[in-house]
């Protein structure tokens, strides 16, 4: 696994250590970069190519787009390519860091959706099972159908029952009250939803408010993966956080990855920005701040995780490796196939989130490049990943035996991180 440092890997190969200033000025301080290839001639590589990682995010640090990132690239289970850019904490100078703590945000997702399939493996559950035979507030939903003449709303009976594999793609109907400008968003933000005391809470609420539409007709974006940490709860009879932490933390060493942020690494949590104007300002909005300190009551299993690239690597090894850690099986190479594939039907694909994304699929908890596209125009077919709200990224490439990682704390969320990476790292595939 990636739990020893890249620098202890091997000694005969090539360590390249870069310390570099860039040119971005904030203060009196000049923005730090700390970058390390290695292993890359070994597994096919460029180390030249590489290197054009280095000044593509420098520039997006020095244009006021980020205040800084970490990027993790791996082939073949090697760590070839480590880099801190920018800042963690303007204000107060600190620099980023391998080490540095993110709010991961949405990629919590695929981490819940493992632990969904671990009690599908278990057959404690069946993803075609009805969620109302393990949650019972979930049986009898109405569905939004529109607004008559009168401005009172439509409701429709679903025509069938929402199953936990809706939930895993998000098929549910269930949704996200700043995604949805309908009258149901409007009915998840008075209620706050999200906002929720707890899990059940959060269940209670929904079963009043209508779905956005009806089960498996359309991907729609929302708390569905929130009421999977539910499902574990009821299914597996522990906690949603104890689950998570006896059957993918531990096994994983995945040791940073947690609801709270000990006292002890404060100093190593990075601030979140936001952009004003044409320059980014420490952000404001509790929502997406948040400085995890207390014990929370509601565990978020679509949001609600912070983690460091080195742990969030251990997880995507596993995935790489169809499901094993070390000598260790956490899923089935069959599991992580189905999870991994597109599951959409044709009324659903492909994935929109405020814009269409055309090419891209949705599996059992990750995106999933089908065909390229303009949208995923510098993709490969096969690629799965997801990001996170405050622009983390993750993405895995099965044909090329790719991991990368690339993390920052910036709103409004933005690809922009991740496009600037994805043709640089496939070009460098190219040893020559």
Request: proline share 5%; with cysteine.
């Amino acid at each position: 696994m990636f739990s020893a440092s890249p620098f202890q890997r091997n000694s005969i190969t090539m360590l390249v250590t870069l310390f570099l200033l860039g040119t971005c000025q904030h203060g009196n301080a000049q923005t730090p970069s700390d970058v390390s290839i290695t292993n890359a001639k070994r597994v096919g590589m460029s180390p030249n190519k590489l290197q054009k990682i280095t000044p593509a995010v420098e520039a997006l640090i020095e244009e006021q787009k980020l205040a800084g990132a970490v990027v993790l690239v791996a082939k073949k289970g090697q760590i070839v390519f480590t880099g801190s850019f920018g800042w963690a904490d303007i204000a107060n100078q600190k620099s980023m860091q391998t080490e540095t703590i993110f709010r991961i945000y949405s990629m919590t997702k695929p981490i819940t959706s493992i632990a969904v399939l671990i009690l599908h493996e278990r057959k404690l559950l069946n993803l075609d099972d009805p969620v109302s035979r393990y949650i019972p507030e979930f049986e009898n939903l109405n569905v939004y159908a529109g607004s008559d003449q009168n401005d009172q709303l439509v409701l429709e009976d679903m025509n069938r029952e929402i199953t936990v594999r809706d939930l895993l793609r998000h098929t549910s109907g269930l949704t996200y009250d700043f995604l949805d400008t309908s009258p149901v968003g409007e009915m998840y933000s008075e209620r706050q939803v999200e906002n929720s005391d707890n899990l059940a809470v959060m269940v209670e609420k929904l079963k009043e408010i209508p779905l956005a539409s009806q089960p498996g007709e359309k991907f729609t974006y929302g708390v569905s993966t929130d009421v999977l940490g539910f499902l574990v709860e009821k299914v597996s009879g522990m906690s949603f956080p104890d689950f998570l932490h006896k059957e993918v933390f531990a096994p994983l060493n995945m040791t940073e990855t947690a609801f709270q942020l000990p006292e002890s690494a404060k100093s190593r949590f990075a601030k979140v920005y936001d952009s004003q104007g044409e320059r980014i300002v420490e952000a404001k909005d509790s929502r997406i701040v948040g400085e995890f300190l207390n014990q929370p009551t509601m565990f978020s299993g679509g949001g609600g995780l912070i983690s460091t690239a080195r742990d969030y690597l251990n997880f995507c090894e596993m995935l790489r490796r169809k499901g094993k850690c070390g000598a260790r099986r956490i899923v089935s190479g069959k599991t992580i196939k189905a999870m991994t594939q597109n599951q959409l039907p044709a009324a659903a694909y492909p994935i929109s989130i405020i814009e269409k994304q055309e090419g891209v699929g949705f599996g059992l908890g990750v995106s999933v490049v089908t065909e390229i596209t303009e949208f995923s125009d510098t993709a490969h077919v096969g690629e799965y990943g997801w990001d996170g709200i405050a622009s983390t990224h993750f993405w895995i490439s099965p044909k090329d035996d790719l991991i990368v990682i690339a993390l920052s704390q910036n709103m409004p969320f933005s690809h922009q991180l991740r496009d600037v990476l994805r043709p640089i790292v496939y070009e460098a595939l190219s040893p020559q």
